[in-house]
Nanobody, 124 residues
Framework: QVQLVESGGGLAQVGESLRLSCVGSNGTISSYAVGWFYQVPGNERKFVASISVDGTHTYTVNGRFAISRDDAANAVYLHLNNLQPGDTAGYYC????????????????????WGQGTQVTVSS
């Protein structure tokens, strides 16, 4: 069982970029397909991006964002570019075990483990 720890959030100005990190704290994240979600208080958690366990396939809902993984660093990254005030939210990473190579996922119920989240606030 992996424990996920997000970091990299904070306050950004419109147009700036942030890189969020998701690290496996007590195990290797390289064995999992990983997704990122965002959530605004009072709303449901929504999908942002996903990457397959082997890193060969990715999917993002927003062309300003990208996802990547570095297994040597035991991390998956969410790259947030050209940030806008509407991107303000808590960002959560999630991991799915026993995922075949090349597959990614985008529903919350498809993931087995979740981090505690990191807050991103975009100021105009």
């Amino acid at each position: 069982q992996v424990q996920l720890v997000e970091s990299g959030g904070g306050l950004a100005q419109v147009g700036e970029s942030l890189r969020l990190s998701c690290v496996g704290s007590n195990g290797t994240i390289s064995s999992y397909a990983v997704g990122w979600f965002y959530q605004v208080p009072g709303n449901e958690r929504k999908f942002v991006a996903s990457i397959s366990v082997d890193g060969t396939h990715t999917y993002t809902v927003n062309g300003r964002f990208a996802i990547s993984r570095d297994d040597a660093a035991n991390a998956v990254y969410l790259h947030l570019n050209n940030l806008q005030p509407g991107d303000t939210a808590g960002y959560y990473c999630a991991a799915r075990e026993k995922s075949p190579a090349g597959l990614y996922y985008w529903h919350t119920y498809e993931f087995d483990y979740w981090g505690q989240g990191t807050q991103v606030t975009v100021s105009s």
